[in-house]
């Protein structure tokens, strides 16, 4: 990238995925702990939301804890629970004020197997994705928490199935039984932290996805940092398997 590319605004993906990787490396280069890496992330993914919102993507989701995540530590794992439970309290208080900051206008949404919070928890993700829905479907925040791409597919499949016990399943049925279904797929995927994977995020979204990925931790991931990525998005010939002129 020279430094007088520019964002072309005229040309900004639709829907951005992002897998926040590296909030323990960044906590780790500070000599903070692993815990205060993930805190840090949260402050990252606000202002990305905002500048999101601001430059006129219409829908983001982020990778905030994964099937796989569970395997780690039970201090990681209850932080990051505490974490996300102790954001959707401040989240239902912003709704109930009236006075939404960060997620202002935003439709938030959960995508996950939900069923492994208890029914209380369950409850008042329901109530921020139906208040929020009423923000209308100009800018979709989805969450993915107890998220797994393959799970995920088998569920589409097993819903599908299950409503039509005799008949064939196609690509359509399979992309509308998602926890995505009816919105567009990633035009990008970001990752921070420098590792070449997708691990078990938006599988079946991402077949045409452009990738990008960065060597940035997530908590330095900054509005500027995202400009780079759509710099680089701009610059991408995409084909869907065609033929491009
Ligand atoms: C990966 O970094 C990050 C996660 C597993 C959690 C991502 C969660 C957040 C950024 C917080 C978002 C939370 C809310 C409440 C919306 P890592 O721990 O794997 O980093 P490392 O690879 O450097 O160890």
């Known amino acids: 990238m020279s430094t007088n590319d520019t964002v072309n605004y005229a040309n900004i993906p639709v829907h951005i995925g992002f897998i926040m990787d590296g909030n323990g490396r960044w906590a780790k280069a500070r000599n903070l702990l692993r815990t205060q890496g993930h805190n840090a992330g949260v402050e990252a993914l606000e202002k990305i939301v905002r500048h999101c919102r601001d430059i006129g993507v219409r829908c983001v989701t982020f ?8 395997l780690r530590p039970k201090a990681e794992v209850d932080h990051l629970m505490n974490l996300f439970s102790s954001y959707m309290d401040k989240i239902i208080k912003e709704i109930n004020s009236g006075k ?19 029914d209380d928890f369950q409850e008042k993700l329901k109530y921020i994705e139906e208040k929020t829905a009423e923000n209308g479907n ?4 989805n ?8 799970a995920e597919i088998i569920h589409a499949v097993n819903e599908f199935i299950n409503a039509n ?3 064939l399943i196609t690509e359509t049925d399979i992309s509308e039984k998602l926890y995505t279904g009816g919105l567009p ?7 921070t932290a420098g590792e070449s994977r997708l691990s078990n995020f938006l599988l ?18 900054t509005p500027d940092e995202l400009a780079k990525a759509i710099i680089d998005y701009n610059k991408r010939t995409r084909k869907f398997g065609g033929l491009v002129e």
Do not use: H
């Open 63 to 70: 990778y905030v804890f994964s099937t796989e995540n569970w």
């Open 100 to 118: 939404m900051k960060t997620f202002k206008d935003s439709s938030i949404r959960f995508i996950g197997d939900m069923s492994a919070f208890s």
């Open 138 to 141: 100009e800018f979709i925040v």
């Open 143 to 150: 969450l993915a928490v107890n998220y797994g791409g393959r």
């Open 165 to 167: 016990p005799n008949k």
């Open 185 to 191: 797929d990633p035009d990008l995927i970001i990752r």
């Open 204 to 221: 079946w979204q991402a077949s045409y996805s452009e990738i990008y990925i960065t060597p940035v931790c997530w908590p330095d991931f």
